[in-house]
């Protein structure tokens, strides 16, 4: 199982600008990650839709964390381009399939993995990655 490529590049832009920790335009941003402009945008919306990111329009426009990178999770990145994180729909009440909603063994284990994983997930912020970028270059 992969993340999807927004979901990748959505956290390289994050990282993009917590280490620039500046306002940057989207051509510069795309640049950086190696992302298409075209593309870049379209995450960069709903990064700014999900308040991760602040938008600025006009001559001096364009992007920066709307917080701080010690407050910005992985989770909330992946989330804001993919929403929330579930291993199988069976998770979902409505999507289950066996129609055993809430008593079915593989709902309970998928449920207690999806819960580890976003835990795991809401643990790590760009302030950790940054750190550890740091610590790998003075390593």
Do not use: W
Request: hydrophobic letters at 35%; one cysteine or more.
């Amino acid at each position: 199982m992969y993340i999807t490529q927004e979901a990748d590049y959505a956290v390289r832009i994050v990282h993009c600008l917590a280490k620039c920790n500046m306002r940057r335009d989207a051509r510069s941003i795309s640049e950086e990650v190696h992302v298409t402009l075209r593309f870049s945008l379209k995450i960069l919306g709903k990064l700014s839709a999900a308040g991760i990111v602040k938008s600025f329009k006009g001559n001096k426009g364009g992007y920066e964390l709307a917080h701080s990178p010690a407050d910005i999770t992985l989770r909330d990145v992946l989330g804001a381009v993919e929403g929330p994180y579930v291993m199988s729909r069976c998770i979902t009440e409505g999507s289950c399939s066996c129609g055993s909603y809430g008593t079915c063994s593989f709902q309970k284990a998928f449920s207690r993995i999806s819960n580890s994983i976003n835990q795991q997930l809401q643990a790590v912020s760009f302030q950790n990655l940054m750190d550890e970028d740091k610590a790998v270059s003075a390593g």
